[in-house]
Nanobody
Framework: QVQLVESGGGLVQAGGSLRLSCAIS????????MGWFRQLPGKEREFVAA????????YYADSVKGQFTISGDNAKKTAYLRMQSMEPEDTAVYFC?????????????????WGQGTQVTVSA
């Protein structure tokens, strides 16, 4: 059973930075593409960023381009989301996810495995 565990969430002031991590465990013989999604209070889950297994393909939501950076370390089986210049509007529960085709995707339904989510709160 593949498991994803996010870490790195918390409280940050507006303008600050956080780095989220997503560690994959279990039978990870597949080359997974990784994605980050977030769910704002009262809203549906939305795409944030995705990266292919080799890191050669990266997608960002328009709302986070230039602000967030996704990366991955295949040796450590960990994906990261670096968030900078954060704003209260970035307050959400952030989820990482793994998709088995390896290319990454903007579409939540392409992902087979999900983490439990980590809360990120940005204070004004």
């Amino acid at each position: 059973q593949v498991q994803l565990v996010e870490s790195g969430g918390g409280l940050v002031q507006a303008g600050g930075s956080l780095r989220l991590s997503c560690a994959i465990s279990g039978p990870t013989f597949r080359r997974y593409g990784m994605g980050w999604f977030r769910q704002l209070p009262g809203k549906e889950r939305e795409f944030v960023a995705a990266i292919s297994w080799g890191g050669g393909i990266i997608y960002y939501a328009d709302s986070v381009k230039g602000q967030f950076t996704i990366s991955g370390d295949n040796a450590k089986k960990t994906a990261y989301l670096r968030m900078q210049s954060m704003e209260p509007e970035d307050t959400a529960v952030y989820f990482c996810a793994a998709e088995p085709l390896g290319g990454g995707s903007r579409t939540a339904s392409q992902y087979h495995f999900w983490g439990q989510g980590t809360q990120v709160t940005v204070s004004a």
